[in-house]
């Protein structure tokens, strides 16, 4: 049974970088063929994809953050690290990791979720 449960800040201020850490359990981040994903979820939306960092090690981050985001990991302690700069009220979000059997952004291919953390940027 694979876990995987999120960490970092629950507040942040307006400009500063976030930064979670999703530690994984029952499962290697290096084994084929998963992707290990960020996505969120605002109040009164829907999810939004974030980006991932493949079994491979390669990422890949939505166009509308690109320029924002880094999605990192750590093979010894089996964890991989988001980091989101230059933050605004409007990333305040429920952030889960979870890992996908495909690179698609959807849930299709999700099969195990973190619990959710919720991170508030402070104006």
């Known amino acids: 049974q694979v876990q995987l449960q999120e960490s970092g800040p629950g507040l942040v201020n307006s400009s500063q970088t976030l930064v979670l850490t999703c530690t994984v359990s029952g499962g290697s981040i290096t084994t084929n063929y998963y992707y290990w994903s960020w996505i969120r979820q605002s109040p009164g939306k829907g999810l939004e994809w974030i980006g991932y960092?493949?079994?491979?090690?390669?990422?890949y981050y939505i166009p509308s953050l690109k320029n924002r985001t880094s999605i990192s990991r750590d093979t010894s302690k089996n964890q991989y690290t988001l980091q989101l700069s230059s933050v605004t009220p409007e990333d305040t979000a429920v952030y889960y990791c979870?890992?996908?059997?495909?690179?698609?952004?959807?849930?299709?291919?999700?099969?195990?979720w973190g619990q959710g953390t919720q991170v508030t940027v402070s104006s």
């Open positions: 960092i493949a079994y491979a090690g390669n990422t």
């Open positions: 979870v890992r996908a059997s495909d690179a698609r952004e959807d849930t299709a291919g999700i099969d195990y």
